[in-house]
């Protein structure tokens, strides 16, 4: 299983186009801390206008490095799962299109355990993927602008976390972050197994998170109870929740997390919808006719 | 002989499609066995479900005396396939692909057994170039060796000289050749180039619309004593007339589209001239038609 496995993340990594997600996201995140570097305290200034009440924290000290990285997910996870579908969504159809999975079907190895290795290979790229924006948005922004307390913009206020409850919550958000990545391979993946080329996979991905999303973001009050809690659209940003810290008389309490029940519900949901997925590949996988 | 391959009653629809239709033969271990049909009877389909890649709607396929969808793994683990292309990884080198497909086949192959392989279909100099750099009969070539890399008992090769230039032609026809003489492999093969087939087949199964039309040994097949002759005279109505009057006349087994054949043992050519002549007929032609082609179109015309 373990050979099967480096075989497929070396296939995955012997090919140019894996490396586009890589490039995107390290051009995106040099964008936005050049951008920020040099024009950060009018865009700050920019947030803090829209608010009411003062802070303790003085402008000049929220462009640090935490708040590049935060600031750096905002824009990016939304993004993401394009670059994710790229590669999960051509595991099984790429090779369908190469005219390599026939060969691969004809070796003797199950078809339950060819599709697993693949899926384990994209979670891999997946993971990397997520690996790499950390450390170009964590820890280099860190490096280049410094630590202080991290201030969180929300609707019409915000939360100050110290410098010292900060890290945790970013190791955290990363790792929900990477269970909703892993859900979207695994709907790319699973799009993959019905199709016999890329092109089909990815955009259908794309194509269903553009729905759900939209779902999620209209404001109409039939929706909110009978369709968005069940779409994993409206779970995916909960990696946020991690960042919204319990308050007492105006100042916010360390370690705490005003919603952990509901962070831990959108896990949940969405490692359900991934395993549905999953099931769903593998099952339609085992008694797929190879044709191509 | 020991059969390696035994095909019972295999039936396959696609849709309302009957892909093969109560197919059953045997091939025996150590042989070149020929799988004949024209382009969609069935062949593709019929190598698909030995491969596992499509399930039968009905029949069974032993092979190694094993049921293949029981013992899928065991069976598989000794059997090497191209199937119709060789499509391989055309971002990798022929180097890693083969590393590849040998993992997957079970089995750890060393880097001398490797390029061994490689050599085998003369690749070694290009073992570190990526196929995407390949001409059509390099990567014919490279197919093979993915099929050989993992030491198969049988191997399974659909039209391996598709796209290959005579002299690529006669490379894999070699080395099919070479596997069964000096290796003892079992080799199925299916090709439309007949006169190929003729070359290197023992025995052979002609397949059309998915049915068997008939399978046997190349020597009960094409029986050479056994010969079908095509008559050409400057009258021809009057030559069939003389025949029908004679013992002759029960040798002819067809008269389509101007022509006369008869079915007779070679040695009577000289007999059926001389008859003719003596009864005044102009002999312009007696042509002994007995290849694999012509009797492959006896079988299939439509």
């Not at chain 1, 973001?217 to 909110?224: G, S």
């Not at chain 2, 029981?70 to 391989?88: C, S």
């Amino acid at each position: 299983m373990l050979r099967l496995l480096q075989l497929e993340i070396y296939k995955i990594f012997k090919r140019p186009r894996t490396y586009i997600s890589f490039a995107v996201i390290t051009l995106i995140i040099l964008l936005i801390q050049i951008g920020l570097k040099f024009g950060g305290k009018e865009y700050v200034g920019m947030i803090m206008s829209g608010m009411s009440g003062t802070f303790e924290i003085p402008p000049g000290d929220i462009l640090n490095g935490y708040f590049i990285c935060f600031f750096c997910l905002t824009m990016l996870l939304i993004h993401v799962p394009i670059l994710v579908a790229l590669i999960a969504g051509d595991m099984v159809s790429g090779e369908a299109n190469m005219g390599t999975l026939r060969i691969l079907v004809s070796k003797p190895v199950s078809r339950t355990r060819l599709l697993l290795v693949k899926f384990t290979a994209s979670v891999f790229y997946t993971l990397l993927l997520l690996l790499w924006m950390a450390l170009l948005s964590l820890i280099v922004s860190m490096l280049v602008f410094g630590t202080n307390s991290l201030f969180v913009p929300r609707e019409l206020e915000a939360n100050i976390i110290s410098e010292s409850d900060v890290l945790w919550r970013y190791f955290a958000a990363f790792g929900f972050a990477a269970v909703a990545m892993i859900m979207v391979a695994a709907m790319a993946f699973m799009f993959s197994v019905f199709a016999d080329n890329s092109i089909g996979p990815i955009v259908g991905t794309v194509c269903v998170i553009i729905v759900f999303t939209i779902l999620t973001q209209m404001q109409i009050p039939f929706y909110d109870e009978t369709i968005k809690p069940y779409l994993f659209t409206t779970h995916m940003l909960g990696w946020k929740g991690f960042f919204y810290v319990k308050g007492i008389e105006g100042t916010t309490v360390d370690g705490s997390v005003e919603n952990i029940s509901s962070i831990v519900k959108s896990a949940l949901i969405l490692v359900g919808y991934a395993a549905l997925f999953l099931l769903i590949a593998v099952w339609y996988f085992r008694k797929k006719n190879i044709l191509t | 002989m020991t059969a390696i391959i035994q095909v019972k009653n295999l039936t396959r629809y696609f849709n309302e499609i009957k892909a093969v239709d109560d197919l059953s033969f045997t091939v025996g271990s150590g042989q070149v066995y020929g799988f004949l049909g024209q382009n969609g009877a069935g062949k593709s389909t019929t190598i698909r479900m030995l491969l596992t890649l499509v399930k039968p709607s009905s029949g069974d396929i032993e092979i190694f005396g094993m049921d293949l969808f029981r013992h899928r793994k065991e069976i598989l683990r000794q059997v090497g396939a191209i199937i119709e292309r060789p499509d391989l990884y055309k971002f990798l080198t022929a180097w890693e692909n083969l590393k590849i497909f040998a993992a997957l086949s079970g089995v750890k192959v060393s880097n001398k057994k490797l390029m061994e392989q490689l050599s085998l279909v003369g690749l070694s100099e290009r073992a570190h170039s990526k196929v995407k750099t390949y001409s059509q009969g390099m990567k014919q070539r490279l197919g093979i060796a993915v099929a050989l890399v993992h030491d198969p008992q049988l191997i399974i090769l659909d039209e391996p000289m598709n796209g290959l230039d005579p002299q690529g032609i006669a490379d894999v026809r070699n080395l099919i050749l070479h596997l069964r003489n000096d290796f003892g492999k079992t080799v199925f093969v299916s090709s439309h180039l007949l006169n190929e087939m003729e070359l290197i087949a023992d025995s052979m199964l002609i397949i059309d619309k998915g049915r068997k039309v008939v399978e046997g040994s190349k020597e009960s097949l094409l029986n050479p004593e056994r010969v079908q002759v095509e008559l050409v005279t400057d009258d021809k109505e009057t030559a069939l007339e003389l025949l029908r009057l004679t013992d002759w006349g029960e040798h002819i087994v067809q008269n389509k589209n101007g022509q006369v054949l008869l079915e007779i043992n070679k040695s009577l050519i000289p007999e059926l001239n001389r008859t003719l002549v003596a009864k005044g007929i102009n002999v312009i032609s007696l042509r002994p038609k007995h290849s694999l082609e012509d009797y492959f179109l006896s079988l299939t015309a439509h």
